[in-house]
């Protein structure tokens, strides 16, 4: 598994499956405490967030789940949290899916970040077992909050792509 220009992507339960996207929610969890998760409307989203946030609970995260929004509303949320994980493939064909990873200033993991991902969780054989899996007592509920950024997402409609990211930056 490699990242590349904009994330994970792939098509949905062949390069980019469940078990890929749990290895991602523990590789990114590592070291963090809190994650925002969210997808977009594609119909393999929930599953690859729900396989994420697995991987994130079996290391200890606090999760919230933000539910349907749009790239640049998660990325804005993860001001709110150390990362946001956004499943989505963005302008690929309805087959696709994929993962793209945010730091708390909405911008997306740089190079050096998304090697420490594919480290922590190895390659096509999935070896994660270097990462510690926390205690049953370290495990939290999954907190769903799919109406605090709704009010982002509203506004946006009128504007073009770009125009949202410029607006979501001057507000952060």
Known sequence: MKFGSSGIRGIANQAVTSELAL???RGVGTGRGSVVVGHDTRRAA???EYAAI?????VGCRVTRVGMVATPTLAYAAGDYDCGIMVT???NPPEYIGV???NPDGMAFDSEQQKTIERLIGGAEGADTKLASASWDRMHPVRTDENRYR???RACPPFS???VVRI???IS
């Open 54 to 58: 697995s991987g994130l609970l079996s």
């Open 168 to 170: 979501l930056c001057r």
């Open 23 to 25: 290895r991602i929610g």
């Open 100 to 102: 793209k990873l945010f």
């Open 161 to 163: 792509r770009a125009q």
């Open 89 to 91: 493939a963005s302008h």
């Open 46 to 48: 929930e599953m690859i």
């Open 151 to 153: 009010s982002v997402d």
